[in-house]
Nanobody
Framework: QVQLQESGGGSVQAGGSLTLNCTTSEYAFNTYCLAWFRQDPGKEREEVAR???????KYTDSVKGRFTIITDKTTNTIHLEMSELKPEDTAMYYCATDYRCWSTWSAYNIWGQGAQVTVSS
């Protein structure tokens, strides 16, 4: 059974940096799509970034150049390194995975517990 364990996040001032971590099984790490989503209360969950099994990455326009996915095969972990953080990046961030990358969050079947990111101005 594939599971996800999230860690990281926290509070930072605008312009600062934070890292989110998502650890999964070796099987999922090597064959699944792993994605980061975020959700602010009252808003729809949106995809932030994802990495497919072959290493292909994709980022939403609002985080391009500021967020980077780093993969670590030794620990089956993906790290979301976030820099130049803005108040609008404040949200609960979730790691998700499935056998393929989906275009909508509701299609993903496996989710982490979430990690809060708060950026103050």
């Amino acid at each position: 059974q594939v599971q996800l364990q999230e860690s990281g996040g926290g509070s930072v001032q605008a312009g600062g940096s934070l890292t989110l971590n998502c650890t999964t099984s070796e099987y999922a790490f090597n064959t699944y799509c792993l994605a980061w989503f975020r959700q602010d209360p009252g808003k729809e969950r949106e995809e932030v970034a994802r990495v497919d099994y072959d290493g292909t990455t994709k980022y939403t326009d609002s985080v391009k150049g500021r967020f980077t996915i780093i993969t670590d095969k030794t620990t089956n972990t993906i790290h979301l390194e976030m820099s130049e953080l803005k108040p609008e990046d404040t949200a609960m961030y979730y790691c998700a995975t499935d056998y393929r990358c989906w275009s909508t969050w509701s299609a993903y079947n496996i989710w982490g517990q979430g990690a809060q990111v708060t950026v103050s101005s």
